[in-house]
Structures are given as C-alpha cells and as structure tokens.
C-alpha cells in the first residue's frame, strides 16, 4: 500500500509544538521531473506561501536532518518551530531527474552506506 500511495500522493508530517499532522496532496502532471519531487512541493506549495523564501533557506532559516526522529525533540527544545518529514528520494527519481539534466532540491537526498570518496568504478 505505501508504494501505491506514494505513486498518488505526496505526503509529509509537519510537526509543531501542538503535535503532528500528516499533510497531503494529490500527485498533480509538472513540467518536469524536478517540480514533481516531495521536496520541491514543499517548499513551492507550503514554505514559500508561508513567507519562507529561497534567501532565507540559504541564509540558514532551515535545518536539516536525515533522523525522522530528531524532528519533535527539536521543536520541543525549541530549536525549531515546525519540522517537515518528508519521504526518501528514490533511486529511480534521483536517475529521473539527472537524465532530465535538472539538479536534485538542496539536502533532499541521503544514501547510506556511502561511497567512499575518490573511488569511482570505470567499465573495463
């Protein structure tokens, strides 16, 4: 069912000192694979109507995690206001997008285990 809804919807979980929500949103034709990512949503259709600019994110006015579970404890600390859960990127929309020639959303993407740095492997 999770792989079906994903294919329908997009869905976050946007937490607040009030509590959880699950926000969500019917999957909607874009004009490029880019414009259709959970991320991109996000920040077009929630944090930019909410006065939350580009400039703003890359002034710092947004943290990231890759831990779903550091979300509520830093808005409970008061590290945060709102904290947004987004689902993972999939291989198949990162390959989408590159073929596209378009760039991933900043801090949008977290594979693990990652590959070490310089090693890069060539068809023989």
Do not use: C, W
């Not at 926000?23 to 034709?29: K, T």
């Amino acid at each position: 069912r999770g792989a079906e809804l994903r294919e329908a919807e997009h869905a976050f979980v946007a937490v607040s000192g009030e509590g959880a929500a699950v926000l969500h949103r019917a999957r909607r034709a874009t004009s490029s694979p880019r414009s259709g990512l959970d991320a991109t949503v996000l920040e077009a259709e929630v944090l930019a109507p909410a006065g939350v600019s580009r400039e703003a994110i890359a002034a710092g006015a947004l943290a990231y995690t890759r831990d779903p579970a550091e979300l509520t404890p830093a808005v409970n600390r008061g590290d945060a206001v709102l904290g947004f859960g987004l689902q993972p990127v999939s291989a198949a929309e990162v390959i989408t997008v590159a073929d596209a020639g378009e760039t991933m959303p900043q801090k949008s993407t977290y594979f693990y285990p990652k590959v070490p740095t310089g090693l890069v492997i060539h068809p023989v």
